[in-house]
């Protein structure tokens, strides 16, 4: 049985029914779903995106630098981890918002021993901000998080139930792999699970990644479980 692990989510997902924000009715489900968690004695770390809002890279150019865009990204997942504290505390959600970027009226500063001292407490730890520094995806700082806070997997929510051989969206034969070894995934460029830095820094030390879609019922509950869902990458 896995003790602890790192879910991330992209601002995307949280997004649901809508093309911008946050959707309240998903993030409820969210809620209700982490709550098994708990149920399975098993601690959870919740990495959180900003695409619904802002995305540094694309936003980039005609003045703005990369540096402030990647800054502005930042901020972005920061709307969506306090947003998230809020909603999962309305649905009796033990949770604490800490964020690599200082925001103190809004959420507690991000620090190893604070993040252990609320998972032992019971609580769901949802980290804005990504590593703080620009340059970095949250795909990244996810696996560099939860090999900071030893973490057993990084489970990686999407809205597809897997990674495929190649594109799913234009190939009818596409096939969907149950696993992939790190190697594959880093040279394959028709495999996209996260991006390059991201599974380097996983392969080197070994940190176990999944891809599945949160969104299929019982999935959240099977990964609380310890049970397989989607593709494992080791």
């Not at 770390?45 to 695409?51: A, E, H, P, T, Y």
């Not at 150019?61 to 800054?71: E, I, N, P, S």
């Not at 993040?115 to 560099?144: C, M, Q, S």
Request: charged share 25%; hydrophobic share 45%; net charge negative.
């Amino acid at each position: 049985m896995q003790k602890r692990v790192l879910l991330k989510i992209s601002g995307e997902q949280l997004a649901g029914k809508y093309e911008h924000g946050i959707d309240a009715d998903f993030a409820g489900w969210l809620a209700e779903e982490i709550k098994t968690f708990a149920e399975n004695n098993v601690q959870v770390i919740i990495m959180v995106g900003g695409g619904n809002f802002v995305r540094g890279a694309q936003i980039a150019g005609h003045g703005l630098k990369r540096v402030t865009a990647d800054h502005m990204g930042m901020m972005a997942t920061m709307i969506n981890a306090i947003a998230l504290t809020d909603i999962f505390e309305a649905h009796e959600v033990p949770t604490r918002c800490l964020s690599n970027i200082f925001a103190q009226q809004v959420s507690e500063n991000f620090s190893h021993r604070l993040a252990e001292k609320h998972l032992a407490a019971g609580r769901v730890v949802i980290v804005a901000g990504g590593v703080g520094r620009p340059y970095f995806t949250t795909d990244t700082a996810a696996v560099n998080l939860a090999l900071e806070l030893d973490c057993q997997a990084v489970y990686k929510a999407t809205k597809v139930d897997g990674v495929y051989n190649k594109d799913p969206e234009q190939y009818k034969d596409a096939v969907r792999l149950e696993h992939v070894d790190f190697k594959e995934a880093v040279d394959n460029d028709h495999i996209r699970v996260m991006d390059k830095a991201a599974m380097a820094l996983a392969m080197e030390h070994n940190l176990k990644i999944v891809i599945f879609d949160a969104l299929a019922e019982e999935n959240i509950r099977r990964v609380a479980r310890g049970e397989h869902v989607g593709t494992e990458v080791s």
